[in-house]
């Protein structure tokens, strides 16, 4: 038996402030990011990264440029991510698929509870049994 207590997680929703934004630190780009950005862009892959990345300080691969201040290159006005609809896949998991302790000083995600259920037992023919 599970303890009720295990059963809850939570998840945070972002709410688009921009502060992981403007946080100095390195955007890993991975396999097939720079395309994505690139095209997105309107830009050839060579004209992206000569514009948008730097090397890693590890000089394992590539990583977007930052502004002087620290932001992101990618951060436009108060909080608009110009390549939101691609963005990278390290942007896109924080703070729920990676974070950082004391990440919820800077960060006003809201924090999301949830409860999960077993699930029913399937019939035959794939469909819940009534219960």
């Known amino acids: 038996m599970v303890a009720d207590d295990e059963r809850h997680h939570h998840v945070y929703a972002c709410t688009r402030c921009g502060n992981c934004c403007r946080w100095p630190g390195t ?8 395309a994505r950005l690139a095209a997105f862009l309107g830009l050839s892959e060579a004209d992206f990264i000569a514009q948008y990345t730097q090397l890693r300080h590890d000089r394992q691969g590539l990583a977007l440029t930052e502004r002087p201040d620290g932001a992101c290159i990618m951060l436009e006005g108060t909080n608009r991510c110009r390549v939101n609809p691609v963005k990278p896949v390290q942007c896109e998991g924080f703070p729920n698929a990676w974070s950082f302790p004391g990440f919820e000083q800077e960060c ?19 469909m819940a049994e009534e219960r």
């Open 108 to 126: 006003p995600a809201v924090k999301l509870r949830y409860r999960l259920r077993p699930l029913p037992p399937l019939t035959a023919d794939g």
């Open 27 to 34: 955007v890993k780009l991975g396999a097939g990011e720079i």
